[in-house]
């Protein structure tokens, strides 16, 4: 069960996705994002919908694994869109009792449905197609300027590298002091959410204990690599600007602003 | 030969609250030498200060009293740190703990980026590296998908891109199967002898220093004995008496011997062990083998 979380996967490979700068990946994915909420009505939202399959096909990664990145928030998809059924206004549709739906909500819910999806599967070809270390780097040249505030930006950087590398060990581990503690009996799936939470305990302090004593090894580990707090750091992987970056962000400025000048265009349907 | 480390009478202890234990030295005194390109075997049973002598050698701990030399720089020095730490390498016992990033290649290169190698050197260190430990096809591999075996063949490629001239191996092999142990071990053999790296192997399993061209063996923070496998294995009571133990060839050996039978003084491997018995065997033909299987 632990293994199929998808958080920070990377997939190598050698699609043209897979080379570009994972700093202009990230600044992409952040105009994209605020371009989904931008869709006002069914023809920019189809363009952003063929945009979004378009960069899915460009990674070369089978369909399957994007449906996987989608597992984990099915139920706030679907949740989501039956709240949004129920809401909003125009002909009504269908009506019974306190339930109204309405073309008005029929839309709403659509559009949510559809903008989550695509922007859960664009998110994930960030990071299938980026190796943890690259956006971590990415991440450390992007927030360089905040360090005029002081904030400590090649720490943070490596306590993500860190916490992205030791999530699946840390996964594997709970299962192991599960497994553990129910050969001793521990019952941790009977009872209700109060005493679940409270059978969690004999799980959570010896993970605890665990990874005190692993983050101790890892700083003598890292100690003994010369780890001196990122001083006169150099890079095994230089990042660069790339002719793949500047297509990239051309082709993605024009569709952009074909999304924004289609919304402008057509009446809003929500 | 050339010395490399040397340890003068190097005590330690470790910071405690606990007045009773204050006086607890991890390390009791301890005097050695290691020469440029050995492959030096610490052995000792849990508790003996093996695995607190091993993080002395790059100043992970300082001692106490007593002085530590690497390559004649003292291990106390604190503006020489990283040239230490350049020179000798530390890899650990539990595989998982000391990989920091989550991409083979990119764990390999966290040393060098630390110390300031240009990109260019660094990717072909790393490579080469990789290719060392037999770990290339794997570069692109997150780290948890690999077997104990694999993840500490890349930790020990993470220090060899550093081109450190020594290694101390803290107990590599306890965590793992005996395959992935062969792997470790044989690696490790393999630098030594093509790459003339000195090697330091903390181990408690008695067949991997058997195959050190020295064993140290220490007790309650102290050097109970060193020499070559043979002189150190030949002594079996006085392991015994330390709550050692020896091979399983060189025990068998040493108790037909006691049974009165001719053998050789000291066998350190089964195919020694079987040289010497078939060797009884023909010797005494005549109702020999209903003796030495009654016997034994």
């Known amino acids: 069960m632990v293994r199929d979380i998808t958080l920070g996967q990377y997939l190598p490979g050698n699609s043209i996705i897979h080379k570009m700068d994972p700093r202009s990946k990230i600044l992409l994915l952040i105009a994209y994002i605020v371009v989904i909420f931008l869709c006002r009505n069914f023809v920019s939202l189809l363009i952003i919908s063929l945009f979004s399959i378009l960069i899915i096909l460009l990674t070369r990664i089978s369909f399957l694994k994007y449906l996987k990145s989608l597992r984990m928030i099915i139920f706030v998809i679907i949740l989501t869109g039956i709240f949004n059924l129920f809401y909003g206004t125009g002909n009504v549709l269908f009506e019974w009792w306190i339930f109204r739906i309405t073309t008005g909500g029929v839309n709403n819910a659509l559009f949510v449905i559809v903008r989550i999806t695509i922007l859960m599967m664009v998110s994930a070809v960030l990071t299938y197609t980026t190796s943890p270390t690259d956006l971590t780097d990415a991440l450390e040249r992007l927030m360089k300027p905040l360090s005029i505030f002081h904030v400590k930006v090649h720490e943070i950087a490596l306590m993500m590298t860190i916490a992205l590398r030791f999530i699946p060990v840390l996964l594997e581990e709970t299962d192991k002091i599960m497994n553990a503690q129910k050969a001793r009996g521990a019952d941790m799936e009977s009872g209700n959410v109060f005493q679940r939470v409270k059978a969690l305990m004999p799980v959570l302090i010896p993970l605890f204990v665990s990874s005190f004593r692993r983050a101790n090894d890892l700083a003598m580990a890292m100690e003994c690599r010369c780890y001196n707090g990122g001083k006169n750091k150099t890079r095994m992987k230089i990042l660069y600007f790339s002719k793949i970056d500047l297509f990239a962000s051309i082709i993605s400025v024009i569709i952009f602003g074909a999304v924004i000048f289609t919304n402008t265009l057509f009446q809003p349907v929500i | 030969m050339d010395k490399f480390i040397q340890v003068c009478d190097v005590y330690f202890r470790y910071d405690s609250d606990d007045e009773s234990s204050r006086n607890n030295f991890a390390l009791n005194g301890v005097n050695m030498e290691i020469g440029r390109g050995e492959f030096v075997a610490v052995v000792g049973h849990n508790g003996s200060g093996k695995s607190t002598l ?136 393999d630098l030594n002898k093509r790459m003339g790296i000195t090697i330091i192997l903390i181990t408690h399993y008695m067949e991997e220093a058997v195959l050190a061209d020295r064993v140290i063996v220490m007790d309650s923070g102290k050097v109970l004995t060193e020499g070559t496998p043979k002189e150190v294995f030949s002594k079996v009571e006085m392991l015994k008496q330390h709550r050692l133990s020896v091979p399983q060839a060189t025990e068998l050996i040493h108790k037909l011997k006691g049974c009165g039978y001719e053998l050789p003084e000291c066998v350190l491997d089964e195919n020694e062990c079987a040289d010497a018995l078939a060797k009884l065997l023909t010797e005494n033909k005549v109702g020999g083998k209903n003796n030495v299987i009654n016997k034994s």
Do not use: W
Request: glycine letters at 8%; hydrophobic letters at 35%; proline letters at 5%.
């Open chain 2, 54 to 189: 091993a993080k002395h050698f790059n100043s992970i701990y300082l001692p106490v009293a007593g002085n530590i030399y690497v390559n004649g720089i003292n291990t106390k020095d604190d503006d020489r740190l990283f040239d230490i730490r350049k020179s000798v390498g530390l890899v650990l016992q539990n595989p998982d703990n000391q990989i920091v990033a989550g991409i083979v290649e990119e764990d390999v290169a966290f040393g060098c980026e630390n110390l300031g190698v240009p990109s260019k050197e660094i990717r072909s260190r790393v490579d080469n590296a990789l290719k060392t430990v037999g770990m290339y096809e794997y570069r692109t591999h997150s780290p948890d998908k690999l077997s104990g075996g694999q993840k500490q063949r890349v930790a020990i490629a993470g220090i060899i891109a550093m081109e450190p001239e020594c290694i101390v191996l803290d107990e590599p092999t306890a965590m793992l199967d005996p395959q992935g142990r062969n792997e470790v071990i044989s690696t490790i053999h």
